[in-house]
């Protein structure tokens, strides 16, 4: 087996709280119940690992929660849109087969009718949560992919962050009529709100993180040269703030009505990282090559 699937193995872990869990389950009876919630939850993250691993990303941990599993990247906005679309649909389209298979073992008799009903409650409760428009979720991130497709990262990673609090807010509202009882929506709503405000706080480390990796990373993956027309007065942190995923930019400088030299967009992340000049006018840079 190639080196790179067997480190993939080895980065899963599953979280001390669910260790916890398991010897409260085996005290409790509830063994089996908490067994097959492991199986499709790492089912589930093995799905998106396995393709990010397929595409070379560079996998940090997958983490087994109680309550559910994350697996954590390190590519910071710069894979192409296809590949992530495709890492990110990896971990629903899991619970596709695991349905089908579920359901063959019941006819096999080898699950009984009642391990079979919490089988499918569990698979569909987990698709169809992880479907919801909410960061982190695979919905989520799928948002984030269709705002990347029309709008700059910081501004699709912004607007992906308050439509999740919105869509938090509505499944909360929701639940709180429906079931307001039911500890395990408390958690994820809890978990998810936690998630999403720890992202927001951070979302301008996330920005400069997505330059610093396009700065340094590679670059080999980009799609297509997309140009921004700026005027010579804007400041550089401006423009950079319109960079986009999954192209690379090339910079049309007007002054005035006339079109001066374009520049490259490892010029702009040059003087903003390695020459310190975040403040600089792009006309400045400009006329400084």
């Avoid at 039911?182 to 978990?191: A, K, Q």
């Avoid at 706080?201 to 396009?214: D, G």
């Avoid at 003087?271 to 400045?284: P, R």
Wanted: glycine content about 4%.
């Amino acid at each position: 087996m190639n080196n790179k699937w067997l480190r993939l193995f080895q980065k899963i872990h599953i979280h001390p709280i669910f260790w916890l869990m398991i010897g409260l389950a085996i005290l409790t009876a509830n063994f089996w119940e908490l067994l097959i919630l492991f199986i499709i939850v790492l089912v589930h993250e093995l799905g998106h690992s396995l393709a990010a691993t397929y595409f070379s990303w560079r996998i940090k941990q997958v983490l087994i929660l109680p309550f559910g599993g994350v697996a954590e990247m390190e590519e910071h906005g710069n894979r192409p849109l296809k590949e992530e679309l495709i890492v990110t649909l990896a971990g629903p389209l899991q619970h596709i087969w695991l349905a089908g298979a579920g359901y063959l073992l019941y006819k096999m008799n080898i699950l009984s009718p009642e391990m079979w009903e919490l089988f499918f409650s569990f698979n569909l409760m987990i698709f169809l949560v992880n479907l919801l428009p909410i960061w982190p979720l695979d919905g989520g991130r799928l948002m984030s992919i269709a705002l990347s497709k029309f709008s700059s990262f910081a501004t699709s990673h912004e607007r992906t962050l308050k439509y999740s609090f919105v869509s938090l807010g509505v499944f909360f509202l929701v639940y709180l009529v429906i079931d307001p009882l039911h500890l395990n929506m408390w958690i994820i709503s809890l978990f998810l709100f936690y998630s999403l405000f720890s992202e927001w706080k951070q979302r301008h480390f996330v920005f400069i993180r997505f330059l610093l990796e396009r700065y340094y990373g590679k670059t080999n993956s980009v799609s297509k040269i997309t140009p921004i027309i700026v005027d010579e007065t804007e400041k550089i942190h401006q423009v950079l703030q319109r960079f986009k995923r999954d192209c690379k930019h090339s910079i049309i400088v007007m002054k005035g009505n006339k079109k001066q030299a374009p520049l490259d967009e490892n010029e702009l992340l040059h003087a903003y990282f390695k020459e310190k000049l975040t403040t600089i006018d792009i006309g400045d840079i400009l006329y400084s090559y």
